[in-house]
């Protein structure tokens, strides 16, 4: 699995900064229904990130960009704030893009 660490790691980070969070994974059912909507199969990395806490991560790297329900949005938005920010590459059609930050 590509988050072990980072899982092993989750509950001594919540004890050392003294917060709990309540994660909320997503489902596979989710997850198909996500690939549905973009049209691509989401690589093995995202899908255990989604399986880990893919619909809520309860405060936890708390930016709804990164969900799982926010892919088509996040493709569709992404050109126009590339353009904003004056990037001149464009996105490939089977770009998947899984968060950003303006």
Same mark, same amino acid.
Request: with cysteine; glycine share 6%; charged share 25%.
């Given at each position: 699995? !590509?988050?072990?660490?980072?899982? #092993? ?6 004890? #050392?900064?003294?917060?709990?969070? *309540?994660?909320?994974?997503? /489902? *596979?059912?989710?997850? &198909?229904? !996500?690939?549905? &909507? ?16 893919? *619909?809520?991560?309860? $405060?936890?790297? /708390?930016? !709804?960009?990164?969900? $799982?329900?926010?892919?088509?949005? /996040?493709?569709? #938005? ?6 904003? @920010? $004056?990037?001149? &590459?464009?996105?490939? #059609? @089977? ?5 950003? !930050? $303006?």
């Amino acid at each position: 699995m !590509y988050l072990n660490k980072a899982i #092993e790691l989750f509950p001594v980070f919540c004890h #050392e900064t003294q917060k709990s969070y *309540e994660l909320k994974p997503s /489902n *596979e059912r989710q997850i &198909e229904l !996500y690939e549905a &909507e973009i049209q691509l199969p989401l690589p093995k990395a995202y899908k255990e990130f989604l399986l880990w806490l893919g *619909e809520s991560a309860g $405060g936890f790297m /708390n930016s !709804y960009v990164l969900i $799982g329900n926010c892919l088509r949005r /996040n493709r569709e #938005e992404a050109p126009e704030m590339m353009a904003e @920010d $004056g990037c001149p &590459e464009l996105l490939p #059609e @089977d770009a998947i893009v899984f968060a950003w !930050y $303006g």
